[in-house]
Each structure stands twice: as C-alpha cells, then as structure tokens.
C-alpha cells in the first residue's frame, strides 16, 4: 500500500484586492487573492508547507520539488527545501523546474517512490492586468508519501500532448498564450479521455467519486470540463476559492479535497496542462480526525496595496534609498554554516544549559568548549524581547520591523518580524520562526535567514 | 593581576583638532596633517623629527601607519594604527600614553582622523568580515533604538517621557555645538521641531543621530614630570580604562538593551585610578559618547552621574545642560560637533585640553576638578568602552 501519509499546504499571508487593481488599471475586480510576501519565494513557501506535513510523518527517502518560478537554475532549489526542513542529507532531493506539470510529476515520482516528501509551490504573476496576476494563487502543498497513508493510491494515468497553449520565456515575467478557443478544443477531450483511462483502470464508475479535483492553467477549459461531472464533486475546492496556484495546483486542490473527505470516500485529481495525469485515492481510516492541511487555521490575511506588489514582484521598481550594496552570504560560510543557517539549529551547551543562537565554540554564558547538542528551533516560539522599526534597513519592506526575540526555554536572536506590516509590536509578544530571504544581492545570491513572525495558537 | 593608574603619570601637551564636517575639498592626509601640526605647534613648536612614536586612529580611511607616515614625511619611526570600532580615538590616545608611561619613549604622539563624507552615503559603512547572511542586519540607529522599548518597560516610564529626554539631549547638543567654531552644526534647533521631525528607527529621527563628518584630532603626550617642557598649561591622565564586552548581549537573554555594562565597567575602572570615589559630585564636565540621544540618556546612570531610571529626570531638569550641575557634551557633542570615527575619542579630549586650560570661550566652565571622557564602539550587548580622565593637577 502507498498513499499519502500527511500533507499541509501553505498560504502566504498578503492578500491583493483586485479592485485595487482596478483602480489603478482601469476595469473592474472584485475579490482578493493570495500573494507572496516581499520576503517569499517558491523555495521559502515550499520550506513552509515541507515542514507542517513533516510534522506528522516520518522520514522520507527522497524530495520532489515543482515550481515554474524557481529561485535559481542550476543550483538546486530542491536541496534548499530539504535543508530548511531539517531533512538529512542522505534523502534525494531534486527540481522540477519550468512547467507547470512538474506538479503532477512530482506527485508520480514521490508515489512511485514510496516514500518520498512531494512539495509543489509557485508564485502566479505575469505583467501588469494579467489573467495570471487577477486569477493567480502563490501557494505551496506538501504531501508526505509513505505506506501507511491516510489516502491510499487506487490507480494513475497519464497522457502527453505536444501543444503549445502558454509558455514563457526562462526570465521572463510575462507568460504568453494562444487564443481561448484552441485551449478548450485541445483540454477539454484530454480530461474526458484522462477520467475514463484512470477510473478504468480503478474498476470505478464516475458516480463512485465523491472529491474531484480538476487543476488546469486554462480556466475556460476548466469550466467547460467541469460540465460532465456532478457539481457537487467540485464542493471542497470550490469552497476554498484560491485561483489557480500553478505547479502547486494540483496538490493544493488535493489537500483541499482531503480536507473535507471522510474514510471510504475516492477522491479523484486530474491536471491537464501539455497533457493530463490523474490520480485516485481512497481515503483511509487514519484519516478519522478531520482537516490536516493547515488552512482552516492559517493566519488572518493581511491586505498588501498594488503598489507595493508590483515593487514586490519587481513590476514598479522605486528609487532605492542611498545605501551601500547588499552584501551577498559568502557560499564557503554558508556551507559551513548549513545547520544553523537552513536549518535553525542552535547548540545546548551541556555545560549550563543555555542556548547558543548561534552555535559557537564557546559557551557565551559559562564558556564550556564541549558537550553542546544540537537542538534545532524552527518550532519553538519565543517573545520579543525588545523591537525597533528600521527605515534605513536593506529590506524591500520599509520599515523592517526588527526584533529580539527570547525562545521558550532560552536563546536570544536578533532577527526581522516579517509578515507584521502595519502590526503594533509589543515587549512580550509571542513569534514563531519562518525561512524566508533576507536579501537578493547584486550577484543574485538569495539571502536564506530564518526569521520570526506573529505567533498562532495552532503552531 | 590588577587595573592600575600609571605608575609614572603622563600629561597632554600640545593638541589640535580640525573643524569637523563635510570637508569636500579636503582628504584624510589634508585632515591628518593639519591635526598633527597644530598639535606640535601647540606644544612649543615641536617638529615631527621630535616625536618618538605615534599612534593613528583611523576606521576606515587607511591601513597602517603608513597612512600617517606618508602624508607627514615621516620616516624611520614606530608608527602604529590602531581601530576599535567608534572608540578608536581613544584607544590611539590610550596606548601612546601607556608607551610613554612606560619609558620605552619620551615624547610621543596619538592621532585620529577619518574621511567619511567621500562614501557617497549619509550613515557609516561598516567593514564587514564574509559572512553567511544569518547575523542580523540593522542600521545603527536602529540598533541604538531599542534602548527606548526596553527602558522603558524595565523602570515604568512611559517612552514619550523619554522621547522628551531625547528631545532635550539634542535640543541642549545642538546649542551647546552652535557656540563651538569646529563643530559641525553650529545652529540651535527648537525643541518643537526636533520633536516632530520624522522617524529614522523605532523613536529616533535624524536629530537623534550624530553628525556623520571629517575631521582629525591629535596630541602630544609626554611623562608628566616633563610636561613643563612643553606647555604652562599641560593637561594631566588620571585615568585610562577601556572595557570591551564579550560581544553577547544580542544573544543572551539576559541581557535586556536597557543600559551598556561595558561603560559602567569602564568607567568603574577609570574612578578606581583617579581615586573618584562620587563622580556624580566630583565631575566637573563630561564628554560622552552621544552617537544616539538614548545612548547619552542611558550613559549618565552607567558613569553614576544619575540613579539608574532616575537619569530621564536629570536631563528634564538641566542638570546636564551647559549651565547645569555636570554639563555634558559641552562641545556639541557627537551630535554637532560631527562623528568622524577615529577621530571622536581624541576630540573629546581636545574639549578637556580648551576647558583646562581656560581658552574654552563661551563654552568655559569655571573652576574644572575632573573632566571625563567616554568613547565607545559598537551597539547594545556588543560593545567597548573608554573612559579617560583629566585635570589641570598632577596625579
């Protein structure tokens, strides 16, 4: 048996109200969208949505990382996610990078593998009045496949179709597509053609499914597809309203449908982008206690202006401050530095018991020269010691929000409070950690730092 | 093991200090010699040929003696350049008087200069090692803010009180600067708009900050047997201390942003020589080191010039003003006399050497016993210190 054993999925606290695109495009919008934070990208989501589903499982052999918006090429992005989820380093790790079917790849390899962490995560923009920026989701899903899974894998299909429908050039912020029309025509038969292959395949009948999931970049086509199946299928992604969340589409509509499944329920999720792949569940009894993915308790949404998402996206660059380069981490100590800089782990010196953040050679409380343990923090919290508001900060977000955080049961660190605009900060408040970039520097070395952000009472 | 005061004592006995500001026509070699020749024609018109060895103080305008020794023709002497972040003045100050205290030299010279205003940035580059990215990255008044928050909640009182001590240190800096020729802002500034200019970090606006400037400062330092050699009026080292902290405050939660032990510790050490046993009554002026109006604030209790949580009091009643009980930052302060690193320590001393020696003009406090000197470098939890203090007697 092979399924999914855990899965959580990742959303970024910043909202875009399309009427504030409105007003400043012209046209009309209404409702909001979910957008990463000037700090976030793929790799720092993925992070995010990795260790929530790593919570609830076991080791795993091998990492599957989707994104079309990778932070780098050539480097790994995939050895990033596994670093800063404190998985070891014996565990494969790699990138599926550009198209967005690397969401359903990642999801085949991690299944045939067995035992494997599968993260999807993208970032949906594209130029200025875009159905991608108005109808996009930045998101990430992270479903831990394993043998003793909460949804157990019934059958898959595949097909693949050479088309070109989208595409993008690499670097390009704009993605470019062929008229609607021809979408449709191509999509539309390859799903009704994926769910006869896959539910044949099961020994299913289209009434035996109770969750469907029908990810494709292609909304027309998606509605239209829609139309041969019960309504009601559709109830749980439907309910979530995210907008198409790319390369994590799939897995986020996944999650959802988990979400509201019960043991015994089929759960169906079919991707049709340059082709199609469907997956079929049967929901277990270890899935008994209800919502696992982490939205019902997600942070409250915090509005983010057009403005100061398009400067996020690098869309309406502003004059920067008169300030000296960001100065790039230094690769060789980054290196040296992996477990604590990726990985938040600190050392316990076994001396006087006091937490190093971070680890050194020398106790800074009693100076013992050995006996520290590694004791890693990305989930303990802690409360702001004291905080200042930095104007003149090398953050894209002014003011950085600057604290010193004191972690339950000891450590000090100095850090930037992210996801807190606007948020009044106060001695004593709690936080938690989260991986996110402290800095792109000229060289376009990306600044990985663990930060804090507001505490919730489900962390 | 032990601190001590000079066995044999030294004395100050000539020195110079350039004005301080945006010197856009002038580099660190102009800035450098004109310190170090007015420092020698103060001490009777002595020739760079007498001095036996120098000390430079230089952060980020050179590497090495060589960036004195150059600009002056020096050659074929012992030239030392010595950093230690924005307490460089001082400790170039400090280790020629212990070489001269020592025997090992007769006449000896410190020298501080710094040329910043050529960055092209308004704030202070720090040079900073490789690193990994993960050590917090904060400007400077945005480390020094953090004192306010963690003031105020550990003794009860609320921040727009001490925003209003803030207010008056740069309000009483900024006049006490308008009346010295060399400092850099020399206009006072009413307290309203001081009060509402904007934020820079946490509760500090740009008045809150010290200048940043180019200058240089010297002196010339003998054993205070010979200082009549010299000058009439030499001025006399009761003391050198310098504390530099472990550099861990930012990761101990101990530690709670609230005061700067490394200045107390310093200043502890630096009493102990000069046999002060109550410098709250026994100062008759300090220079201290005001980068940012709560570093100043927080300073008066760690030099035991106020209770602890007492010191926001003191400075709303005037007693630091220029006509107060302790007036401090006499000269202006970093605040308007204009911070060039290297250069501060030596300047704070220079204000010593016109005070005690009676040229100090409209700035003059009458009848000085112990003038104290507080320089320091770094931020909350990682930082050094130095104390020296002077007088007109010798130890």
């Given at each position: 048996m092979v399924g999914i054993e855990s899965y959580a999925v990742y959303l970024p606290v910043p909202r875009l109200d399309r009427a504030d695109v409105a007003r400043v495009l012209g046209g009309r919008g209404k409702g909001t969208r979910p957008v990463a934070s000037y700090d976030e990208d793929a790799t720092t989501m993925g992070v995010a949505a990795a260790r929530a589903a790593l919570r609830a499982a076991d080791g795993v052999d091998s990492l599957w990382f989707a994104t079309t918006r990778p932070a780098y090429l050539e480097k790994s992005n995939a050895a990033t996610v596994a670093a800063a989820s404190g998985l070891a380093e014996e565990v494969a790790a790699y990138d599926l990078s550009g198209a967005l079917r690397g969401g359903a790849g990642a999801l085949r390899a991690g299944l045939s593998s067995g035992n494997a962490l599968v993260v999807a995560s993208d970032l949906r923009y594209g130029l200025p009045g875009s159905a991608d920026e108005a109808a996009g989701a930045d998101a990430a899903a992270a479903l831990v496949v394993g043998a003793d899974p909460i949804a157990e894998l019934i059958g898959s299909a595949s097909l693949t179709s050479e088309f070109l429908d989208r595409w993008r050039i690499p670097g390009d912020v704009r993605t470019r597509t062929w008229e609607e029309r021809f979408g449709v025509e191509a999509y539309v038969p390859l799903v009704e053609r994926i769910v006869d292959d896959v539910l044949g395949r099961c020994d299913?009948?289209?009434?035996?499914?109770d969750h469907l999931v029908i990810s494709t970049p292609h909304a027309r086509a998606r509605s239209t597809a829609r139309r041969g199946f019960e309504q009601a299928l559709f109830a749980a992604v439907d309910a979530a309203g995210l907008g198409y969340a790319g390369a994590a589409d799939l897995a986020v509509g996944l999650a959802v449908a988990l979400d509201a499944a019960s043991p015994g329920d089929v759960v169906l999720a079919v991707s049709v982008t340059d082709g199609a792949d469907a997956f079929v569940f049967r929901v277990t009894?270890?899935?008994?206690?209800?919502?696992?993915?982490?939205l019902a308790d997600a942070p409250d949404a915090q509005p983010v202006s057009y403005g100061d998402f398009l400067n996020w996206r690098g869309l309406l660059p502003r004059e920067p401050a008169r300030r000296p380069d960001v100065k790039p981490p230094v690769p060789p100590a980054s290196r040296r530095s992996v477990a604590w800089k990726f990985g938040f782990v600190a050392a316990r010196c076994g001396s006087c018991g006091y937490r190093n953040l971070p680890p050194r050679q020398v106790c800074l409380r009693c100076s013992a020269t050995e006996g520290f343990e590694p004791e890693p923090m990305v989930d303990v919290p802690g409360r702001i010691a004291t905080f200042t508001d930095d104007?003149?900060?090398?953050?894209?977000?002014?003011p950085a929000r600057v604290v010193a955080v004191d972690f339950d049961g000891g450590g000090r660190f100095e850090c930037e409070m992210t996801d807190a605009v606007g948020r009044e900060l106060a001695i004593g408040d709690r936080v938690t950690p989260t991986f996110r970039l402290a800095s792109v520097a000229g060289n376009g070395v990306r600044n990985y730092v663990w930060k804090v952000r507001p505490h919730l009472e489900e962390d | 093991m032990g601190s001590h005061a000079l066995t044999t004592p030294v004395a100050v006995v000539g020195m110079a200090c350039t004005n301080f500001g945006?010197?856009?026509?002038?580099n660190v070699d102009d800035l450098l010699v004109e310190a170090t020749h007015g420092a020698l024609g103060s001490a009777g018109g002595l020739g760079v040929g007498d001095v036996d060895a120098f000390w430079l103080g230089s952060m980020i305008s050179g590497v090495s003696g060589l960036t004195l020794t150059r600009p002056l023709n020096i050659a074929h002497k012992p030239v030392t350049r010595v950093e230690n972040m924005c307490a460089t003045g001082s400790e170039a100050f400090r280790n020629a008087c212990f070489a001269v205290s020592s025997g090992a030299y007769d006449v000896v010279m410190a020298v501080g200069g710094e040329k910043l205003k050529d960055a092209g940035y308004s704030g202070l580059e720090m040079p900073s090692v490789p690193n990994d990215g993960t050590p917090p990255v904060l400007s400077a008044p945005a480390m020094y803010s953090m004192i306010v928050p963690a003031y105020a909640r550990r003794y009860g009182v609320p921040e727009e009180r001490i925003k209003e001590a803030m207010t008056h240190i740069a309000w009483k800096n900024h006049g006490n600067g308008a009346r010295n020729p060399r400092a850099q802002f020399r206009r006072e500034v009413p307290k309203e708009t001081i009060a509402a200019a904007p934020a820079l970090a946490g509760r500090l606006s740009v008045f809150d900050c010290s200048g940043v400037a180019d200058g240089a400062a010297a002196a010339v330092i003998v054993r205070a047997e010979d200082a009549h050699r010299y000058t009439d009026s030499p001025l006399y080292v009761h003391a050198l201390a310098l504390d530099a902290g472990s550099g861990t405050g930012r990761n101990d939660s101990d530690y709670d942003y609230s005061d700067l032990a490394e200045a107390s510790a310093s200043a502890r050490t630096a009493y102990a020589q000069a046999g002060i046993t109550d410098p709250a009554t026994q100062i008759s002026l300090a220079e201290v080191h005001d980068c940012f109006t709560p570093t100043e604030l927080v300073l008066m209790e760690e030099l035991g010039f106020s209770e602890r949580g007492k010191a926001w009091q003191d400075v709303l009643s005037g007693r630091?003003?220029?006509?107060?009980a302790l007036p401090v930052n006499i000269d202006g302060g970093l605040k308007s006399f204009g911070h060039p690193i290297g250069a501060s320590g030596l300047r704070m001393i220079y204000e010593m050497w016109l005070q005690f020696r009676g040229e100090a003009g409209e700035r003059q406090v009458a009848d000085p016993r112990f003038g104290l000197v507080q320089n320091q470098g770094g931020s909350p939890g990682d930082l050094v210190s130095a104390v020296t203090i002077v007088s007109d007697r010798r130890p």
């Open positions: 299913l009948k289209r009434e035996q499914v009894d270890r899935h008994a206690n209800g919502p696992r993915s982490g104007w003149l900060s090398e953050s894209v977000q002014l | 945006e010197h856009w026509d002038r630091y003003d220029r006509d107060g």
